[in-house]
């Protein structure tokens, strides 16, 4: 089971540390490089950077085996979590 944390936020980082510190597995989408400084640095986390559409989400699911969503991005990011749902 890996979780998809949609992120780019403080709040999704700390989201993040508790993840990990459960020991699940878990992939961080950010849409900036600049965003992936705020998440630890654990075996069970992985970051990807750059947006996704609907040519690539369903690809991204069944890569990264998704069995569930936490949706922690800004409040302003509509269509990343208009996708995901």
Do not use: K
């Amino acid at each position: 089971m890996t979780i998809w944390l949609i992120g780019g936020t403080q709040e999704s980082a700390e989201l993040a540390q508790a993840i990990v510190s459960c020991q699940w597995p878990c992939v961080v989408t950010m849409t900036t490089d600049s965003a992936r400084s705020l998440y630890p640095i654990a075996p069970t986390l992985r970051l990807r950077v750059g947006q996704l559409n609907l040519e690539t989400i369903h690809a991204f699911i069944h890569i990264h085996a998704i069995h569930c969503i936490i949706d922690a991005s800004h409040p302003f990011a509509v269509a990343v979590s208009e996708l995901a749902i």
